[in-house]
């Protein structure tokens, strides 16, 4: 590039630096809170150089139907005073007020009490000449209003009693406020702790006078038994809800349903059970409204008896100390107003038995049993009867020579009384004799030595004496 080629294009560059571009302006979007803002302000504001803006030649329009209506005239600073368009006065004059430009340079209209009519695309429009011809730009304003959604002004939900895959009818009523508003019917049971959306309306243009939308929705939801006790849900809300949302609650929904097939548990569960263990049988069934548990009970007979116990309401049967007798099948049957099941479960009941090596081991009431190398100590239940018999039979004999032996001692005590009796009575002739049997004692002058001895007799621990 040759310096003639440089210098030509820093000039152009230079040139086009320093060019005075036409005029240029400017507008904000509004949004309104309708509960809370009773106006709205529209303000266009530009910037000139050399352009010169004709008579009237600012202006702000309305879309209507697709198309942009004019509504105000304004004119440059120092100009006349600005104007409604003719068509537009019945609308805006009595309430909206125009300000025209001054040192700010810029066209205002501020709406007093907004209708929904004032919402929509506003246009800001200025004609000016510029460079010996007539030009014009534009610049949008949007106007949004902002309506809080209120609570549904109606929430039914019916029946309120319903059998299972049977429909309910929903319906609601909501003014869900502006912009977008819609209504949403929630769902939530009694077994979640979160709520689910089963319905959403679609948003709707239809405008009330406070420039709301109310929208009335009517539906119908098919009830199943996880349904039962659901709570409803009716939520008005629109785009410019962000806090809590308006709402209306149903009351609680019942679903009739029989109960399913019944689940019987053993607890605790295993094939066998021992004489004297605990065992519980549990029989559960969901219904509404709540079954009634009925247990029927066929013993474990190899004659096949058919003996039918019942236990009715009781949905569990607890066995603190198991029998052989309570050996057999227990059916439990489960029924309300719409239908009823069965179920069964067999138990079986055996006497204790441990498993060892070796009879060595087995206790002092049991019988040991050998079979296909299997040693098994079965309790003997003779055994401690057997027992019982010989303490009984030990007890008596202990009893009988200990009754002997005092009877005895009775015996020999009253034999030594009588003979201590019978030496401290005297015969009927010891005056004449004049002998003194007292310890078998005589005294030598009573004795007769020309007579023959007398015989001498022991008895017991005295003497007696008898003349020859």
Known sequence: MDKITVMQFILHFMILEKRVYPLTMETEDVVINLQEDNSFTLNCTYKISTEIISYGGIMWQKQI???????????????KPPFFEKEMET?????TELIGP????????????????????????????????????????VVVFNSKATKPEQF???????????????????????????????????????????????????KTENCTEIINVTTT????????????????????????????DSSKISVIYGPGTPAVVLSPNKPAYFVGEFLTIQCSSDSNPPPVFTWSFKPQNKYGDTRIEYFQ???????????????????????NATNNLTSFVFVHVKNYERIYTGCDQCGYIETCQQSNEKTVCIVNIWMPIAVVCILLSATFAVSSIVMIRQRKRTQESTATNNIIFENRSPPSDATSEKVDLHGGYISPEDLDFGSPSPTVTQKGNGAAYSPL
């Open 313 to 335: 309401y009781k949905s569990k049967l607890v066995f603190h100390s198991l029998k052989t007798e309570n050996a057999g099948t227990y059916t439990c049957t489960v029924n």
């Open 156 to 206: 039914l939900v019916f029946p309120n009693e319903v059998h299972e895959n049977q429909s309910i009818t929903i319906h609601c009523i909501a003014d869900v406020g502006s912009p977008h508003g819609y209504i949403q019917i929630w769902k939530k049971t009694e077994k979640s702790n979160t709520s689910e959306v089963i319905y959403k309306s679609s948003t709707t243009n239809g």
């Open 91 to 95: 609308l805006y004059e009595n309430r």
């Open 221 to 248: 939801y098919i009830m199943t038994r996880e349904d039962n006790g659901a709570l409803f849900r009716c939520t008005s809300k629109n785009n410019f809800t962000k806090e809590s949302i308006p709402s209306s």
């Open 65 to 79: 139907n697709g198309t942009f209506k004019d509504i105000a005239f304004f004119s440059h600073a120092g100009g």
């Open 102 to 141: 001054n040192t700010s340079l810029s066209a205002v209209m501020i709406i007093k009490d907004p209708v929904c009519t004032d919402e929509g695309t506003y246009n800001c429009l200025i004609r000016y000449f510029y460079d010996n011809s007539l030009k014009a730009n534009t610049t949008p304003s």
